[in-house]
């Protein structure tokens, strides 16, 4: 690579300084084009509403991948990305080069700057990328996943948390528990470093759980799992206990090497959501312990579709500004000072009952009042009925029975039945 890209409309060429080492890259991705329109998941999750609180200003995120283009136009603002190590090849070559653009698309959705005319930024751009080369090529000759030696990816691991990084983000993963990188992983976890993982593209998985996942399964790391635009999981986001939040991973823009931008699927590129909030917390919360910091994080999730705790979804989407901003108690309560109440209002009881027994005569003067004037009505209905008769006894009329006829007369006749003809 002899030169990047710049943005813009009149776009210039500016010299490359992180090239790749000759012979590095045996068939490297070429530039993509620019990308210009708010992606969906920026769209989504809003990073720019904590920026005002934080930026991850002060925090390195190291990138353990397969390295990151430092030539990146997002990226290349100086100290951004730090030379890092490249523990794939021999010899003492840094990290910040990538041939095949993961580790970059990675870096920038976690911390690449804002452009103009450019709608892609990333998570935490004040925050530095640390890249650790473990690997080179997502597939072998055959087609096949390029597996990660276990030793590289520890030794990768190690080398970050004595870099000073705070955040680790491993967009990686694999079935097997090897036990080299579940001690560097503990090696973090014991650093107080906060530790973030994919929980892997299982191809085929039917959501019961049952694909192991690893590095996100061990104690101390936050398993990402990744959702479409719709909210809904990938269907090849792997499902278990070790899911913790899920994060965007369905047709998500990520930067690519040299220049430009690229659509991605995968928990691979779900995991740098959660780790640039990540970045984000401890700038603003520097005093939090990683625990503490992941459990801000799954605290202050959106809701899912799975609900809280479910094994595809976690606790929720993970949300930057809710991260950021939202009080969480970190100490004991301050006792509250003891409540004083001032004495009773002597004329003001007095007056308040002198109303409430005026209240209770005056109701029961209205119910004598219209009791009175019932009687009243019905005197005077009595007298003009006995009036009208001469004060003669009246007599009910008896109704006639048809000779023949049965005086109880079924149910459904509420009227006494009427004569036949004659």
Partial sequence: ?????????????VPAYAAPPKGA??????????QTLLPWAQQLLMPQRAWPFSTGSGVTVAVIDSGVDADHPQLRRPGKVLPGHDFYLKGKLPGNYDCISHGTGVAGIIAADGRPGVGFEGIAPGARILPVRVSERETDNTGNTEEINPNILAKGIKYAVDARARVINLSLAGFRDERPVRQAIAYAVAHDVVVVAAVGNGQGSSGDGKL????A????????????????????SQVGPYVDLVAPGGSVLAPTRVAGHAYQDGTSFA?????????LVRAAWPKLTAAQVAQRLMAT???????????????????????????????AAKKLPAAHVPPPDEHALALAAWWQSRGSLARSTAVLAAGAMAVVVLLACLMTAGHRRRWAVG??????????????????FLFTRPERDA
């Fill in 25 to 34: 890259c045996r068939n490297a991705e070429p530039a993509h084009p620019v």
């Fill in 212 to 215: 192991p996942s690893y590095p």
């Fill in 395 to 412: 007599r009910s009329a008896i109704a006639r029975t048809t000779k023949g006829e049965p005086t109880d007369l079924p149910p459904e």
């Fill in 217 to 236: 399964s061990y104690s101390g790391v936050i398993g990402v799992g990744a959702i479409d635009n719709a909210g809904a999981r990938l269907t090849a």
């Fill in 271 to 279: 995991a740098p959501f959660v780790a640039g909030t990540a970045a």
């Fill in 301 to 331: 999730a959106d809701p899912a579709r799975g609900g809280t705790g479910s094994q595809e979804y976690g606790a929720g989407i993970v949300d930057p500004y809710r991260a950021v901003t939202e009080g969480m108690a970190v100490g």
């Fill in 1 to 13: 690579m002899a030169a990047a890209l710049a943005f813009g409309p009149a776009a210039t060429v």
